[in-house]
């Protein structure tokens, strides 16, 4: 399993039955691909439906039917589609249960960055903004690195979504979570050490005495 399914399939872990959970653009989407048979999550996309269902096998793809990236969706018996008004009022209105965002950094107070690069071209804020300060929980999906640097930093450099809203970090090589005190490592990913964490994140890291192991197919 590649680095992006390890973390689609431990997030789909966090999530309770019976959440209205919004996932956002590229790695978030992939989560409803591993929800557990007989678990009822609804998936908000910020496009305008209720009922985002698993991305569709190549081939089978309908391109009238999106996410909010604009990527075949499908979508599950009972699903609706609405008005993007009606879509912000879900999300503005404390109805979202957890929502499910990429980040290109994060700090160590849970402040986020993932909306805009300075001098390049990227898809810019969308629903992040509201999501962020809308949904109960929010929970970032997102690579360790990118190309060998650190993303989980002591202080984000980039410009902010928002501030001090993130609540738990799930990467390939850690599941982080947010408190008062700092980053706390509470699991391992499936071929990290905690000496690999620490190297790869620039933000101090407390370690739960209590710290597990994630993504390790039982024998």
């Not at 985002?52 to 039917?65: A, I, S, V």
């Not at 929502?99 to 001098?119: Q, R, S």
């Not at 992040?128 to 109960?136: E, F, P, R, S, T």
């Amino acid at each position: 399993m590649d680095a992006k399914n390890v973390i689609a399939k431990r997030v789909a872990e966090l999530l309770h039955d019976g959440d209205v959970v919004n996932l956002g653009i590229g790695l978030p989407t992939m989560v409803a691909n591993y929800i557990p048979e007989g678990m009822d999550i609804t998936f908000h996309s910020e496009n305008g439906f209720l009922g985002l269902g698993p991305c569709p096998k190549e081939g089978e793809e309908d391109w009238e039917l999106v996410n909010a990236g604009g990527m075949p969706s499908s979508i599950v018996p009972g699903g609706m589609f609405f008005d993007s008004a009606t879509s912000f009022s879900i999300i503005r209105g404390g109805h979202v249960d957890a929502t499910v965002l990429g980040a290109m950094e994060v700090d160590e107070k849970g402040n986020l960055a993932n909306w805009k690069i300075p001098g390049k071209m990227v898809p810019g804020m969308g629903g992040a903004m509201d999501l962020v300060v809308g949904a109960k929980t929010v929970i970032i999906a997102m690579v360790h690195t990118q190309k060998g640097k650190p993303k989980i930093l002591k202080q984000c450099t980039l410009p902010l979504t928002a501030k001090e809203q993130v609540d738990i970090i799930v990467t390939e090589m850690a599941l982080i979570r947010v408190t008062k005190d700092g980053l706390v490592l509470e699991e391992l990913g499936p071929e990290a050490t905690i000496e690999d964490v620490v190297a790869a994140t620039e933000a101090n890291l407390i370690i739960s005495p209590n710290l597990k192991r994630f993504g390790v197919e039982e024998e």
